[in-house]
């Protein structure tokens, strides 16, 4: 069993900053990926960013240069820094943790960017 606790979102104007974070606990032996996903309205779940044994880290295209993850092994952490927030990054976002043969979400947190 997996638990995962996601914190940070919120409503923020454009051009703003939010920080989400995410705890993995559980039976989390073996993880090597952390990251991010988001559900704009309407749309399909999508990645935002993605960290592998702290070496590789994937970004979105629309994200790059805005939003940074962080992970923290010890801890088993991972946090999203997004900066210079736009109305097109409302979504639900959802952490994702990742290990042999296993894949595990968290429940979401709704960020929205609106003035």
């Not at 939010?18 to 990645?47: D, H, N, T, V």
């Not at 240069?65 to 639900?92: C, E, Y």
């Amino acid at each position: 069993q997996v638990q995962l606790v996601e914190s940070g979102g919120g409503l923020v104007q454009p051009g703003g900053s939010l920080r989400l974070s995410c705890a993995a606990s559980g039976s989390i032996f073996g993880l090597y990926g952390m990251g991010w996903y988001r559900q704009p309205p309407g749309k399909e779940r999508e990645l935002v960013a993605m960290d592998y044994d702290g070496q590789s880290t994937n970004y979105a295209d629309s994200v790059k240069g805005r939003f940074t993850i962080s992970t923290d092994s010890a801890k088993n952490t991972v946090d999203l820094q997004m900066n210079n927030l736009k109305p097109d990054d409302t979504a639900v976002y959802y952490c994702k943790v990742v290990l042999p043969g296993r894949t595990y979400w968290g429940q979401g947190t709704q960020v929205t960017v609106s003035t």
